[in-house]
């Protein structure tokens, strides 16, 4: 027999409702902090290394947060139902569709650590009387506990739930062999390959395709046709990694311009497309996707609403902003007061190292003339803590980050 829930009475409810109102109005802040809190389990790899798994996640905390302390507002300290906002839901069926289940979620924990250390932080604002704030904390921490609890339960049913119709469906050994493939498994090539469709001999060149919103997914399967039939290729290997983003591998030995994809898009509003280097055979079908998955994250990273993006374009980017917090300290030295300069200057510097550092082609390339460009960049190297000649290939890094970001 389960023991009574607590109630508080009249003076403990008004706390809580007043901790709790304190918190929605800075919940931006309190969510980022738990997630932080969150995301430094070592065990999460899974879910951080994957740019939309990550904002999700993200998302999903802010959610809970959201719906915990409202609901406290209404009724405080009592036991509060599992929220069943669409986004957690979608956030389930994304986790199966990568192969992942509970385990490799190791933010709810380190979220609900985050959540209470901001709560009680709050709570010894509210009051200094030593009987209430112990009341108050019993109360409250029994309440997101059991939330937590209750939620881990809801989410963990749900998500069997969604494995065990996907399993049903057609794509479920398909996505089950690349998984395996991409971990490096001892699994058959010959084997693969029948289950795939797919020869995993020669040139592969992967892609990430993604939308900004899940309800695109006919726009996906559009963009992917529109993929092969700009690289030439007859076929394709495409798996749905969530609603909102397909992994797509061809069989060629190239990948296409920017220009030339963002014309085959011209058509695809909110569809963007990442590409890895070309490889070849298995270990080039793993590497080029892992390519493809840190171009996105790149993107995602930085904010950038580019609609395509190469790996050989971001591969120096792509190891700056694993650590956004030194990516920018990085921009900051290397580029001075043209970080924040007239955009002209830093394209203008970026294009005249692009070209060898030729003024005159850079000149054309920009559409003016010799005279500006020589101008523009007189004008940057002033700016610049170490003139352009002397730290090019620095400036060119830190540049093609603003520029990205711009």
């Known amino acids: 027999m389960t023991s009574p829930w607590p109630r508080p009475d009249r003076r403990i409810a008004a706390l809580i409702r007043e901790v709790a109102e304190g918190l929605l109005a800075s919940s931006e802040t309190a969510v980022e902090e738990l997630t932080a809190v969150a995301h430094e389990m070592a065990e999460y790899r899974s879910v951080l290394d994957d740019p939309q798994l990550a904002a999700a996640d993200r998302q999903m905390n802010k959610t809970n947060m959201v719906h915990w302390l409202s609901a406290n507002l209404q009724n405080p300290g009592a036991r509060v139902q599992p929220s069943n906002d669409p986004d957690i839901l979608q956030f389930a069926r994304d986790v199966v569709r990568r192969g992942l289940d509970m385990h490799d979620l190791g933010s709810w924990r380190g979220a609900q650590h985050g959540a209470w250390s901001a709560w009680v932080d709050e709570c010894f604002t509210a009051t200094s009387d030593l009987d209430d704030l112990r009341e108050?904390?019993?109360?409250?921490?029994?309440?997101?506990?059991?939330?937590?609890?209750d939620s881990i339960a809801a989410l963990d049913e749900y998500v069997e739930r969604e494995r065990s119709e996907l399993t049903r469906g057609g794509?479920?050994?398909?996505?089950?062999?690349?998984?395996?493939?991409?971990?490096?498994?001892p699994i058959a090539r010959d084997h693969a390959e029948a289950r795939l469709g797919y020869a995993l001999t020669g040139h592969h060149v992967a892609a990430v395709i993604w939308s900004d919103a899940t309800s695109q997914a006919v726009a996906l399967d559009t963009a992917s046709e529109s993929m092969m039939r700009l690289c030439g290729a007859s076929r394709r290997l495409t798996v749905n990694a969530s609603v909102s983003a397909l992994w797509v591998w061809l069989p060629v030995d190239s990948v296409?311009?920017?220009?030339?994809?963002e014309e085959a898009l011209d058509d695809a509003a909110g569809i963007h497309v990442a590409f890895g280097r070309p490889g070849q055979d298995l270990d080039g079908f793993r590497r080029s996707h892992l390519d493809a998955m840190s171009a996105h994250r790149v993107l995602i990273q930085v904010g950038s609403e580019r609609t395509v993006v190469r790996?050989?374009?971001?591969a120096l980017i792509s190891v700056l902003t694993a650590d956004m917090g030194?990516?920018?300290?990085?921009?900051?030295?290397?580029?001075?007061?043209?970080?924040s300069a007239d955009a002209t200057l830093r394209d203008t510097a970026l294009?005249?190292?692009?070209?060898r550092f030729n003024a005159s082609a850079a000149a054309e390339r920009l559409y003016t003339h010799r005279n500006t460009v020589e101008r523009r960049l007189a004008r940057a190297d002033s700016l610049l803590p170490v003139p352009l000649a002397e730290?090019?290939?620095s400036v060119v890094a830190a540049l093609m980050l603003v520029q990205l970001r711009d």
Do not use: C, W
Request: overall charge negative; hydrophobic content about 40%; cysteine-free.
């Open 326 to 339: 030194r990516a920018d300290q990085f921009v900051e030295d290397t580029l001075g007061d043209l970080a």
């Open 136 to 149: 108050l904390m019993k109360i409250s921490e029994r309440s997101m506990s059991t939330f937590i609890d």
């Open 351 to 355: 294009t005249y190292v692009q070209e």
């Open 311 to 314: 790996y050989q374009d971001v």
């Open 171 to 185: 794509s479920a050994e398909r996505q089950a062999t690349v998984h395996l493939l991409l971990e490096g498994a």
């Open 256 to 261: 296409p311009s920017v220009e030339a994809t």
């Open 391 to 393: 730290n090019a290939a």
